[in-house]
């Protein structure tokens, strides 16, 4: 017998209304996971009422010396956070590397959805705000 099709749901952070309705939008499947995992990598810790131990530590990790080291440390700040905090996925790899021209660092997540077959990748640079 088939496994039901699970559909993700989840509320679209920029909180724009649908032109018809006025409801706010809805992120559905692979997008609410992919916001879902891009608002992991950017919480901090004590920031989730309630839940002190979500989150990574990235943001202290940003005005340290840019050193091979700390791109590590990056790395394995991500993939615990998504092992620990994202059931949903299953990672299967977390690149981080150091951008000296912008002064930040280009990361790459690629992961599998328990529901979906194919592999995805996201993309994003972070960087420290003076």
């Known amino acids: 017998m088939p496994q039901p099709t699970?559909?993700?749901?989840?509320?679209d952070v920029s909180l724009n209304p649908n032109p018809i309705t006025r409801d706010i939008l809805q992120k559905t499947g692979s997008s609410a996971?992919?916001?879902?995992l891009a608002d992991l990598i950017?919480?901090?810790?004590?920031?989730?009422?309630?839940?002190?131990?979500?989150g990574v530590n990235i943001r202290?990790?940003?005005?340290?010396?840019?050193d091979p080291n700390i791109a590590g440390l990056i790395e394995n700040?991500?993939?615990?956070?998504?092992?620990?905090f994202e059931?949903?996925?299953?990672?299967?790899?977390?690149?981080?590397?150091?951008d000296d021209v912008n002064l930040g660092y280009n990361i790459t997540i690629e992961f599998t959805i328990a529901?979906?077959?194919?592999p995805i990748s996201i993309s994003t640079f972070l960087e420290r705000v003076r």
């Open 6 to 11: 699970i559909i993700y749901n989840d509320v």
């Open 115 to 118: 529901s979906l077959p194919n």
């Open 87 to 98: 059931p949903r996925v299953s990672l299967l790899s977390c690149a981080v590397e150091y």
């Open 33 to 36: 996971i992919i916001q879902s």
């Open 77 to 84: 700040e991500i993939t615990t956070a998504i092992a620990n």
């Open 60 to 66: 202290q990790l940003l005005f340290e010396l840019p």
């Open 42 to 54: 950017q919480l901090g810790h004590y920031e989730k009422p309630f839940h002190p131990e979500v």
